[in-house]
């Protein structure tokens, strides 16, 4: 029978875990948009073996589900990082890194793939014809790229981006298989001292609403605030 008197205690327990959720989150989407951004940018200047590689890097990584990356760089990424500092002379256990580590890596390396199509699709619609008007005032490369197509580029991207986000934080809970204790994992352990699966699983369904509705709010917001500049 769903007990409420667990809700609140559930609650507390589960919120420890939010912090650091957020906090690989965060890291994980400034460092995919990053990448994902360099490769937008090798395809929209369609630049020779990089575009080639962006494109089989994509097929790679949207292909292949995250859980098996995560497995891969669990099972790989010690020994080859282990193996690259041996070549330079450098004793290191790559078996002592952090899961928490394995798992930003492996889940930055999926979510470039798809910061990639959203930055791309950013970039094509802007309209060229502003591109021309730039020139003909004399504009250079940089300046047409800096005042120009960029903040028209990250107010026509931020509602994908914002989803993104929101992936990375459903992906996150992959990496209780790897003995990483992010929201959802945490709702296991809770559930599982006190045998309340159902109210634990309720809690993290709200938590996670509230983060989304956080989000969402921000994007729209910061979207507004950048239309009016623009």
């Given at each position: 029978m769903f007990d409420s008197e667990v809700l609140l205690?559930?609650?507390?327990?589960?919120?420890g875990a939010v912090p650091l959720t957020l906090a690989m989150a965060l890291l994980i989407f400034v460092l995919s948009t990053i990448t994902g951004s360099l490769f937008a940018m090798a395809e929209y200047r369609k630049t020779p073996v990089l575009r080639q590689f962006v494109v089989a890097y994509k097929v790679a990584f949207k292909g292949v589900p995250m859980v098996i990356v995560i497995f891969l760089a669990y099972y790989g990424l010690p020994s080859i990082l282990q193996f690259l500092a041996s070549l330079v002379g450098i004793d290191y256990n790559g078996h002592s890194m952090p899961n928490w580590v394995t798992l930003i890596v492996a889940l930055t390396a999926c979510v470039a793939a798809f910061q990639a199509e959203v930055v791309k699709g950013a970039l094509n619609s802007f309209d060229t014809g502003q591109?021309?008007?730039a020139y003909s005032l004399g504009y250079k490369k940089s300046q047409l790229f800096r005042r120009v197509m960029l903040p028209q580029v990250v107010v026509a991207a931020i509602p994908d981006l914002?989803?993104?986000?929101m992936v990375i934080m459903k992906a996150l809970s992959l990496g209780?298989?790897?003995?990483v204790i992010d929201i959802f994992a945490q709702s296991q352990l809770t559930a599982a001292l006190n045998f309340y699966y159902l109210e634990a699983f309720l809690v993290a369904v709200v938590i996670y609403m509230a983060i989304a509705y956080a989000v969402t709010q921000i994007a729209d917001r910061t979207e507004r605030a950048l239309r009016v500049r623009t």
């Open positions: 205690p559930d609650l507390y327990e589960i919120l591109a021309d008007a914002a989803n993104s986000f209780f298989a790897i003995e």
